[in-house]
Nanobody, 114 residues
């Protein structure tokens, strides 16, 4: 089993910044992908950014140039630095780890006020 513990999100003003972290523990396969998805009210869960154990990164078009994902592989921790936040970034952010099974964190609320 794998456990994912996310940092607390928060309320920020538009244009502000916030960093999320997620620490994984348990039986973690060495080859994996960690990252973040988000779900806004009334919308489907969508990819934000993911990073593989080999360092390959994928961003959603909507966050490119504003969000940066990174990981400390030795600590099985992934970070999401969010800047130039917009009200449309408001959502519950979920940490995920894939490999060979998919695991999800419980989610953390990020609210961006206009």
């Amino acid at each position: 089993q794998v456990q994912l513990v996310e940092s607390v999100g928060g309320l920020v003003q538009a244009g502000g910044s916030l960093t999320l972290s997620c620490a994984a523990s348990g039986s973690i396969f060495s080859i994996n992908v960690m990252g973040w998805y988000r779900q806004a009210p009334g919308k489907q869960r969508e990819l934000v950014a993911v990073i593989s154990s080999g360092g390959m990164i994928t961003y959603a078009d909507s966050v490119k140039g504003r969000f940066t994902i990174s990981r400390e592989s030795a600590k099985n921790t992934v970070f999401l630095q969010m800047s130039s936040l917009k009200p449309e970034d408001t959502a519950v952010y979920y940490c995920t780890l894939r490999g060979p099974y998919t695991y999800w964190g419980q989610g953390t609320q990020v609210t961006v006020s206009s």
